[in-house]
């Protein structure tokens, strides 16, 4: 079994390296023809729009979209989640090419900047009873991307409810909320 790790830009080597610690062959991908065979693919943290370049200047833009259109199961985590998102805002300037794919509305960096990063323990009460373990969930917010809304396919293992006054970004009609929930 050979799960993929695109390896534009971002942790990609800790994620091959997470594989190869569960017994997993980690293939680096860099070129369309890399995601062939592949039982799954990882899209790192990392810079989103750099990595939407680089995949676009690599041809693999359309290789990724239709592997995510074959149901094979890809993970993001960060900017992986931007790029896997149907739709994102507060993009820089010019926007960036998304892979879509997951039924959801993702808002860049939401949280601010890294001087803004934060920790907390997030309820997961049904991971906690499908799966075992503990109730809650370590989660780290670095410049994090906020999920404002998901589809009737996405299933939400986790949210996270922030007072309006706050957060860092500017949402319309945020000012006339007490509090926001994230996915």
């Not at 091959?16 to 995601?35: D, F, I, M, S």
Request: net charge negative; charged share 20%; proline share 4%.
């Amino acid at each position: 079994m050979s799960v993929g790790v695109l390896a534009l830009q971002g942790s990609f080597h800790e994620h091959t390296a997470a594989l190869g610690k569960l017994g997993v062959k980690g293939v680096l991908v860099k070129k369309p023809e890399q995601l062939e065979g592949l039982v799954g693919l990882i899209i790192p943290g990392g810079e989103s729009t750099t990595m939407a370049r680089l995949a676009e200047y690599h041809n693999l833009i359309q290789a990724l979209q239709d592997f995510c259109k074959k149901g094979k199961p890809i993970w993001g985590t960060c900017a992986g989640l931007i790029f896997l998102a149907n739709k994102a805002i507060g993009q820089k300037s010019g926007g960036q090419e998304l892979i879509g794919g997951l039924d959801c509305t993702v808002h860049r960096n939401f949280f601010g900047s890294q001087l803004n990063s934060f920790e907390t323990e997030l309820p997961v009460p049904k991971i906690a009873a499908e799966e075992g373990g503990p109730e809650t969930f370590r989660a780290v917010f670095i410049r994090a991307p906020a999920i404002l809304e998901a589809g009737p396919s996405v299933e939400v293992l986790a949210e996270y409810t922030l007072l309006s006054k706050e957060s860092t970004s500017t949402i319309e009609n945020m000012e006339n909320e007490d509090c926001l929930h994230f996915l």
